[in-house]
């Protein structure tokens, strides 16, 4: 087995020797590692990878072409032959495409000529996956014909992603390391998908609402995972609500809260919400086998609920926490009548408002709220950056409507004589667009239209809608809200049109704390990357913290153009260990 490669080694080396340090790392393309040489010193191996992405970024359109095209097709001629490079022989002969069946054969030869007549390059993907152990012939079958239909320019950026994630793995060889605790988080959060409501099938329809019998059986997983990592008192309370405490060296000394919730909406992804559970306590785990104790307490919560699927309660589980759980959800029905009093006792709770009173937190006792979170967006997919710093989450408010026109014959009725009512919400759909495009951080939606008993040949006489205007703070949203309404009544004058209009939210914005954004920036600068703010579009259990301390996000990078609520979300263990340590970096901040 050869030496490991050191980055001592590679900031000593001429430029010609760093290049040569790292061949193969790129496929058939050492301009990369030459291009970021310059970049030098490297003082951590994710520095490292994010100058040789950034070397990548910046090159012309046809060097990236070039890259590209100098992968060899999965399961093509040369792959048969064992004619490529010795890292490309080992990641296809390690996935089985070299032990095709000749079915899989076929299907990958057509999808392989089906690819290259769509973009013009060979398909690319790092067939050893985001744990780097290797995706089955199936995933990378299925992988294969979804991205078949990407448009031309997102499946051109995926490629190169796909890049990058050959080359992390390939200088983890290289260097003789592997992302432990980004496994192990990775591992656990595969752990939880096993559990899934019933009606639905795990991992693929992953689904655990609240307080099933698959919501219960997380909270015990989570709860002896914490036991098992050295947290000194674990519990589940009131609400469900798992929650471990390591204590600092003086156990009354105050407390760095944490934590996210592990409940899912339907058919959901494993990392929403479980990621900022999983990561602090990957963080816990290593302290307490080192025997050390920080000056401060670190108290990690898995809120049960945050999703909203079974009861209508806004932040019903972190609500608590800050006095703002509301009497009334207790007596509040679920789709099949079971109130949520109910549900609570027969999951082995009190059920009692005193119960969930109790379970309040003193804000003098807490430094205060941190909250790790995948992206749930593309932003910093795009940017190639696994880590960024939340700036912060937007306000919202939300709306459902109704235009009501005249329904008439769409065949005799002149086009400037009627009263469309769909027509009507097909330009709200575009005022909504304009207005929230043209301030910064705000975004506008309508997602949901709907002509009730619409017919081929009828003009619309009603048409339902809903909108959602959110931004970072409440003075943009509702400047955003304010054009958008007057523009509808416009339009409704316009066209002849009655608006019914209900408020369903109204959500404070909660800018992130200055001073806490800080020390998520210092911890991704000590892990050698560039430091990238942006708003959180959804709503956090950190919005409701916010109410009582000083709270503050980082998210992590989603894979598969940063998907989420959805089975295709995922992150890499790579990324996972970024945020482990960007955690630590915080924790040695504070201490």
Not at 205 to 227: G, I, N, S
């Amino acid at each position: 087995m050869s030496t490991p490669l050191t980055l001592a080694a590679l900031n000593a080396a001429s430029a010609d020797d760093f290049t040569a340090l790292l061949a193969g790392i790129y496929e058939h393309s050492p301009w990369i590692a030459a291009r970021a040489a310059s970049a030098r010193p490297f003082t951590t191996l994710a520095q490292l990878r994010q100058a040789l992405v950034q070397a990548v970024r910046t090159a012309s359109r046809d060097d990236q072409l070039g890259l590209i095209r100098a992968h060899p097709e999965l399961a093509g001629k040369a792959a048969i032959a064992r004619t490529l490079t010795d890292e490309s022989n080992g990641e296809q002969s390690r996935a089985g495409l070299t032990a095709c069946t000749p079915d899989e054969f076929a299907r990958l030869q057509q999808l392989n000529a089906d690819y290259n007549a769509r973009f013009g390059f060979p398909f690319i993907l790092a067939v050893r996956g985001p744990r780097g152990l290797g995706l089955s012939r199936a995933e990378i079958i299925d992988t294969f014909a979804r991205r078949l239909l990407n448009h031309p320019e997102a499946e051109f950026a995926e490629a190169l992603r796909q890049i990058h994630r050959i080359a992390e793995i390939r200088l983890d060889d290289r260097f003789g390391t592997a992302p432990t605790l980004g496994e192990a988080v990775w591992d656990r959060a595969e752990a939880l998908a096993r559990h899934c409501d019933e009606g639905f099938t795990a991992p693929q329809e992953l689904t655990v609402t609240y307080l099933t019998p698959a919501h219960q059986a997380v909270a015990a997983d989570l709860a002896q995972w914490m036991r098992d990592d050295g947290f000194d008192e674990v519990t589940i309370d009131a609400l469900g609500n798992v929650v471990g405490v390591y204590h600092g060296a003086d156990p009354q000394a105050q407390r760095l809260l944490t934590g996210s919730h592990y409940d899912t909406v339907r058919r959901a992804g494993k990392y929403d919400g479980r990621l900022g559970i999983l990561v602090p306590m990957a963080a816990v785990q290593q302290l307490a086998r080192a025997g050390r104790r920080l000056p401060f307490g670190i108290e990690v919560v898995g809120f049960s609920e945050e999703e909203g699927q079974r009861y209508a309660a806004t932040f019903l589980a972190s609500s608590a926490l800050v006095g703002r759980f509301d009497a009334a959800w207790l007596d509040q029905p679920d789709a099949a009548g079971v109130t949520l009093r109910a549900a609570l006792q027969a999951a082995g709770h009190p059920g009692t408002l005193a119960s969930i009173q109790a379970l309040r937190r003193d804000a003098a006792r807490y430094l205060g709220f941190v909250e790790v979170h995948i992206e749930q967006g593309p932003v910093l997919t795009a940017l190639d950056l696994p880590l960024g710093v939340v700036s912060a989450i937007n306000g919202s408010r939300r709306f459902l409507g109704t235009l009501t026109g005249q329904a008439s014959h769409a065949g005799t009725t002149p086009m400037g004589q009627r009263r469309d009512a769909a027509a009507g919400v097909a330009e709200l759909v575009l005022l909504t667009e304009r207005a929230a495009s043209a301030r910064p951080e705000v975004v506008g939606t309508v997602g949901q239209l709907e002509v009730p008993a619409g017919s081929i040949n009828v003009v619309p006489g009603r048409c339902r809608f809903s909108l959602d205007i959110r931004a970072t703070t409440d003075a943009a949203r509702d400047d955003c809200v304010a054009e958008v309404l007057a523009g509808l009544d416009a339009i409704c004058q316009r066209r002849g049109l009655q608006l019914q209009l209900t408020e369903t939210l109204q959500a404070a914005a909660a800018p992130c704390d200055a001073a806490w954004r800080q020390r998520w920036a210092d911890a991704v600068a000590a892990l050698g990357l560039p430091i990238h703010t942006l708003p959180s579009g959804a709503g956090h259990d950190a919005m409701m913290l916010h109410h009582a301390l000083p709270q503050a996000m980082l998210f992590v990078r989603g894979q598969n153009g940063g998907i989420s609520h959805n089975p295709l979300e995922a992150v890499t263990t790579h990324d996972a260990e970024l945020a482990v340590q960007a955690f630590q970096h915080l924790l040695a901040g504070l201490a």
